[in-house]
């Protein structure tokens, strides 16, 4: 009786620090040298953006950030 006590205990412990670990978190491998304006050609992105075109890319973030400016949205 008292060595299957001991196994149930041994494997209960087991199960409680295996249940403590953590798989590694690593980021998807992606060119660091992208620039940013050639990262997204699909059907997601803002509609008048065109992929590749560095000019596009910095008119769609100024109006971005325009239309969140909370002061531009009261008036």
Known sequence: MRPLLAWSAALALALALG???????????????????????NGY???????????????QLRQRAQT???YTRIR
């Open 68 to 70: 969140q400016n909370e």
């Open 45 to 59: 992105v803002a509609p008048g953006w065109k992929a590749g075109d560095r000019t596009s890319l910095e008119q």
């Open 19 to 41: 249940a403590c670990t953590e798989k590694p978190q690593t980021a998807s491998p992606s060119k660091a040298d992208t620039p940013a304006w050639h990262a997204a050609d």
